[in-house]
């Protein structure tokens, strides 16, 4: 079966400008995180959905960062006015049920602000 | 307090030869899960194995093999006659009962040489 895919592979836009990256699950995961990877870093939790649930947005660096997942499926990180420091690879992973899953992981976007 | 700790950042051994990953956890909870995660030079996150708390028995497949010691709160990862291919960033990672995230370790970056 299909595994988790995320679009684009890779960004790039200038400081200021604001970008969406997405992520289709694994069809029928109910939980999907976004994970933040900087360069030879390990990875940095940024939000987790849980079926319709709240999300659990503790690891959002900023109030620039938002992500939505509106019927359960696709989700969205939209980062606004973009900064170079959030170059990095963004990383979204699904699970079956909940945060005691296995997470399996998409390729992630590579997102670069010149 | 970092919940996961791998002390080793890099690791390089000769071919064929035994490598051991070491991975320690911290957790209050009584039911919790572990994991390792191989990160290739691609980048995409493969898992490898999920363990629960209550299973202490050691696992075995193919060349890789984990030893899980709650005495020492330790999920080591062992691998037998290492192959060039095995170069990678190896995660370790900590899910709990109680909870919503994963507890990523910082990585093991493993090269065989040839």
């Known amino acids: 079966g299909a595994g988790v895919s995320q679009s684009p592979s890779n960004k790039v836009t200038e400081k200021g400008k604001d970008v969406e990256l997405r992520c289709d699950p694994i069809?029928?995961?109910?939980?999907l995180y976004w994970y933040r990877q900087s360069l030879g870093q390990g990875l940095e939790f940024l939000i987790y959905?849980?079926?319709?649930?709240?999300?659990?947005k503790s690891g959002l660096p900023s109030d620039r960062f938002f992500a939505e997942r509106p019927e359960g499926s696709v989700s969205t990180l939209k980062i606004q006015r973009t900064e170079r420091g959030d170059s990095a690879v963004y990383l979204c992973?699904?699970?079956?049920?909940?945060?005691?899953?296995?997470?399996?992981f998409g390729p992630g976007t590579r997102l670069t602000v010149l | 307090a970092q919940k996961v700790t791998q002390a080793q950042t890099e690791i390089s051994v000769v071919e064929k030869e035994d490598v051991t990953l070491d991975c320690v956890y911290e957790t209050r909870d009584t039911t919790y899960y572990l994991f390792w995660y191989k990160q290739p030079p691609s980048g995409e996150l493969v898992f490898l194995i999920r363990?629960?708390?209550?299973?202490?028995q050691n696992e075995i497949s193919g060349r890789y093999s984990w030893n899980f010691q709650k005495s020492t709160s330790s999920f080591n990862f062992t691998i037998t006659a290492s192959q060039v291919v095995d170069s990678a960033v190896y995660f370790c990672a900590l899910s709990e009962e109680t909870g919503n995230q994963f507890y990523f370790g910082t990585g093991t970056s493993l090269t065989v040489i040839p």
């Open positions: 959905f849980q079926g319709n649930s709240a999300p659990d």
């Open positions: 069809s029928g995961h109910t939980a």
């Open positions: 992973a699904s699970s079956k049920q909940g945060s005691t899953d296995t997470q399996y």
């Open positions: 363990r629960n708390s209550f299973d202490e």
